[in-house]
């Protein structure tokens, strides 16, 4: 066994290194960090076969190979999980006085107590504790009875100890990799292993290769993939972009990884451009060539050109009735009477006067 393995390191952990945590049957857990090439379960039964104790107390050995975990590492995840029973403790004491210290005003307002540990573990993960300290130290303050006031003094201590746990240390962000995102084009893109098949594509070598694919082969639809590799475990890796000419948009969006994604949000509105232009150039062409057909078909008609009348020249005057004939007969003739007449005055007075003045030359 000496020559298998090399005892790095132990430490002390479990309940027995909580004061609030544990019990007096509890055991004494220590850790082991070694290097060797024993398996940890074998070591463990090696080490515990004959029972170990001191003061009385069952020792639990637990050994860890450094290949595997290193101590330190152990150590912050055995604290981390010791920082939440601590605090499920601390919740179920909590419950435990506030029903204890008044027992109607509990019952009137709490339903299920189970669900009110919960409720007040999650407002201590989540630091939402000003109301509980409120209550303890008001409870402190102006309670007459000694036991109580000495519990709401503990549970005040225990809460605001427990603030500072490591659980809350905030952890520092790993660097997440660069996204990156390629594409892929499948003959068969249910099946892509039928027929051709070829990644790691820009869009546009992607495009090229689709629209070389003739359509009229038998082994699939055809389409465009694309693989998103951004460090997530679930979602990295290839998903279908667009089959058939036709682009699944909802099917993308339903997952919020891929909806939330720049770089697929940015394919999917580049697949989308290419294909309106496409199906647009596709489209005049077929409307020109349709309007061709039209006018070789249409026959050459000669146009007529009819003369009609003048309808204004050859419109006979309306004829009126008899008695309006009549009237303009008679009225036309007194005119004409009327005006002869009145020359013939003229000429009368004309006369006249021009031997007037003959007589006056005489004399």
Not at 148 to 161: F, K, N
Not at 221 to 249: A, H, N, P, V
Request: with cysteine.
């Amino acid at each position: 066994m000496e020559q298998e393995v090399e005892l790095l390191a132990a430490r002390v952990y479990g309940s027995r290194s909580r004061q609030d945590l544990y019990r007096e049957d509890s055991d004494l857990d220590v850790v082991l960090s070694y290097r060797g090439n024993i398996r940890e379960d074998s070591f463990f039964n090696e080490l515990n076969a004959h029972g170990i104790a001191m003061a009385g107390i069952k020792v639990d050995i637990n050994p860890i190979a450094e290949k595997r975990i290193t101590l330190a590492e152990y150590m912050k995840e055995a604290d981390a999980y010791l920082d939440q029973q601590e605090i499920k403790k601390l919740a179920v004491d909590l419950d435990n006085f506030s029903y204890e210290y008044d027992t109607y005003e509990y019952k009137d307002t709490v339903e299920n107590r189970e669900e009110q540990v919960e409720k007040i573990t999650e407002d201590i993960l989540n630091k939402k504790t000003e109301c509980l300290k409120d209550w303890l130290v008001e409870v402190s303050e102006e309670s007459d009875i000694d036991s109580d006031v000495i519990t709401a003094r503990s549970l005040l201590s225990r809460l605001e100890d427990a603030e500072r746990f490591s659980i809350f240390d905030k952890q520092p962000e790993q660097e997440q990799p660069e996204a990156t995102i390629s594409f892929y084009v499948a003959e068969c893109m249910e099946f892509p292993v039928m027929g051709e098949y070829h990644n790691n594509l820009t869009l546009e070598e992607a495009i090229k290769i689709y629209e070389s694919i003739p359509a009229e082969r038998l082994h699939g639809i055809k389409g465009i993939g694309f693989d998103l590799q951004d460090g997530d475990e679930d979602y990295s890796g290839e998903y279908r972009l667009m089959s058939g000419d036709r682009i699944d948009r909802d099917l993308i969006d339903m997952i919020p990884h891929y909806k939330e994604s720049p770089l697929v949000q940015k394919a999917i509105n580049d697949m989308e451009k290419y294909l309106n232009e496409k199906h647009g150039k596709v489209q005049e062409a077929e409307q020109t060539v349709e309007v061709k057909q039209k006018v070789s078909e249409t026959p050459f008609k000669k146009e007529s050109v009819s003369v009609e009348p003048n309808r204004e020249q050859n419109k006979e005057p309306a004829k009126g009735g008899k008695g309006e004939l009549k009237k303009s007969v008679l009225q036309s003739l007194k005119e004409f009477q009327a005006r002869a007449k009145a020359q013939e005055q003229k000429e009368m007075a004309t006369e006249k006067s021009k031997a007037h003045k003959k007589g006056n030359v005489e004399l």
